[in-house]
């Protein structure tokens, strides 16, 4: 497969006279891939490519941190707030665009759905989005690379869980057998690895094992995903300040993704103290959906009881909300082709 390139103990590793910079070995047995080498993303300007951009912020000094969204109302709002990456929850998804709670109900169709319509507002600002379990067996899971980077997803997770998973959050979980897990993420390098052209497509491995069979299962299980391909590390639920920082260590270099949910099994970290510990990436999986429940709630508990929505308004009229949107980005693309439909909003 294009890219793809497990060292044997046998290989001659060699580098290509076009590579510049000194590029480490790997270690026999491991997944290798020279062109996705974080050295190759350390120089230069941000791309306007996101999976490209992606990893030149995993590469360079300073934490991600991702929002999660929910719908195009919450990313438009964190694109405003200045986020220069975006998370898309699975748990989001599934609320906004089913009703639904966060039980393997939602498939890939909805997840993409959602994807394409979040990475087309700003294209060049990277969407970390989930994967779920990849929505099947290896076949279903390098569809799901490739639908992802046609809707312009910059990185995908993909977890351990049975197919029939919940939110990492909550309890009763169980996870597939560690051959299984690397067989997803196989999948998913290979196919991120057969686009033709190269891709820079960030894959993700995600283990929900800590809870199930103990942080030390969970450790092996992303070093073997590490070591099959995955570009980070995420582990789901971890507990403590040391748990992270022990965790951070036994996997470098490679980075690792915290994820913290207000209530959930990890404590309310903040990007400051993540970054402090370790962590390369941070999301706040449910920021935007339980900050709109709350406010939803009281606009219509307000309207119920008053009969109108005056107060909920904030002095937000129509325009104004518009423009969060994007209204003045159209308004300029309509004079600038030559239209005249918004001389007057």
Sequence with gaps: ????????????????????????????GVYYNARLDPKNYLEGPLSHNAATRLRQMLARPGIVCAPGICDGISARVALEAGFDC???????????????????????????????MVCSLQPSVPVIADADTGFGGPANVARTVRQYVSAGVAGMHIEDQVQTKRCGHL????????????????????????????????????????????MEEAVIRLKLAADAGADVCFIEGVKTEELLRSTVA?????????????????????????????????????????????????????????????ASARGMDPKAFFEVMGLNEVIELDAKAGGSAFQLV
């Design 250 to 310: 036994a996997l470098a270099p490679k980075p690792v993704l915290v994820n913290v949910i207000s209530g959930g099994l990890t404590p309310s970290f903040t990007t400051q103290e993540a970054e402090r510990m370790g962590a390369k990436i941070i999301i706040f999986s449910l920021v935007s959906s339980v900050a709109m429940v709350h406010a939803v709630r009281d606009a219509m508990r307000s309207l119920k009881k008053t009969g109108t929505d005056f």
């Design 86 to 116: 975006l998370y898309q929850s699975g748990a989001a998804t599934t609320a906004s665009r089913l009703g639904q709670p966060d039980v393997a109900i939602a498939t890939l169709n909805d997840f993409v759905g959602a994807a394409q």
């Design 171 to 214: 309890l009763g979980k169980q996870v597939v057998s560690r051959e299984e897990f690397l067989t997803r993420i196989r999948a998913a390098v290979i196919a991120r690895d057969s686009i033709p052209g190269g891709s820079d497509f960030v894959i993700i491995g995600r283990t929900d094992s800590a809870q199930v069979l103990g």
């Design 1 to 28: 497969m294009p890219g793809r390139d497990y060292i044997s103990a046998t290989s001659n590793i060699s580098t290509s006279a076009d590579v510049d910079m000194e590029i480490e070995a790997p270690r026999a």
